[in-house]
Every structure is written in structure tokens, then in C-alpha cells.
């Protein structure tokens, strides 16, 4: 396993009335500790969310932005941007019951975590068809 690092990820889902428990995948945020990796990806046409006639997608679009924000770290990201990596990374994906939420965090291997930020995001969000 040499050259190999150990990452965590969470698919970030859009969740309009938390009560229905409905949801759609629109992201995936990774962290990887050995690279100093924190990212995340998102669904940017954001077009799949019309299916929820009564969500505001404009004001879902600014909390996505949020997340990238702290992920980028700096005063941009306000208080949790400054955060180290780690606690960013938890921060984004603790249990909460909002609109935007975090799957559970799932660990692995990788050579390049962009690499895997953008193949994970090609499984776990992209549908057929787009």
C-alpha cells in the first residue's frame, strides 16, 4: 500500500422537509489528512432539484457555497474556515437536521485525492443520462 492514503468522504444531499426523509445526492465532500486535502464538488446546474417544486434553489445554491467556503479555509469561511482540516471536515459532516445535509463518512484508499473526489462524485451524484 505504498503511496496509498487513507481519505474519508460523505455524499452531501439536499434534503427539503427533513420529516419525508427525501433527498437528493448534490455533492461529495473529501478529506484526505496525508495530502492536506479538503474539498468538495458539487451538482452545479443544481436542475435536479426542480423536483421540489417548494425548495428555494437559489437560497440551497448559497448554502452549497458555504461549504465551499470552509473547505477552502480563511476568513471567507468564517469562524469553522479557520478551523485546521480535520475539524472542518467534521464540522461539515456532523449529523444535523437541516436542508443540507452529510451521509455518513466513509474511509479508503487513494493515490490522488482529487482523483477520487471526482470519481466518487461521477458515481455517487451524476446520474445516467446527464
Known amino acids: 500500500m505504498q503511496g496509498k492514503h487513507l481519505y474519508e468522504y460523505a455524499v452531501v444531499r439536499v434534503m427539503p422537509r427533513v420529516e ?6 448534490v455533492g461529495v465532500v473529501l478529506y484526505c489528512s ?13 436542475t435536479r432539484l426542480q423536483v421540489f ?4 434553489v437559489a437560497l440551497v445554491a448559497g448554502y452549497l457555497a458555504s461549504f465551499e467556503r470552509i473547505c477552502d479555509g480563511g476568513a471567507s469561511g ?23 445535509q452529510a451521509s ?27
Open 34 to 46: 496525508g495530502k492536506r486535502f479538503l474539498k468538495v464538488r458539487f451538482d452545479n446546474s443544481l
Open 20 to 25: 419525508r426523509g427525501e433527498f437528493l445526492n
Open 78 to 100: 468564517g469562524t469553522i474556515g479557520s478551523m485546521p482540516l480535520a475539524e472542518r471536515f467534521r464540522w461539515l459532516t456532523a449529523t444535523r437536521s437541516t436542508i443540507i
Open 53 to 56: 417544486p417548494q425548495l428555494d
Open 104 to 130: 455518513q463518512v466513509h474511509p479508503g484508499f487513494c493515490d490522488d485525492p482529487d482523483v477520487t473526489l471526482n470519481k466518487l462524485f461521477d458515481e455517487l451524484v451524476l446520474t445516467e443520462g446527464q
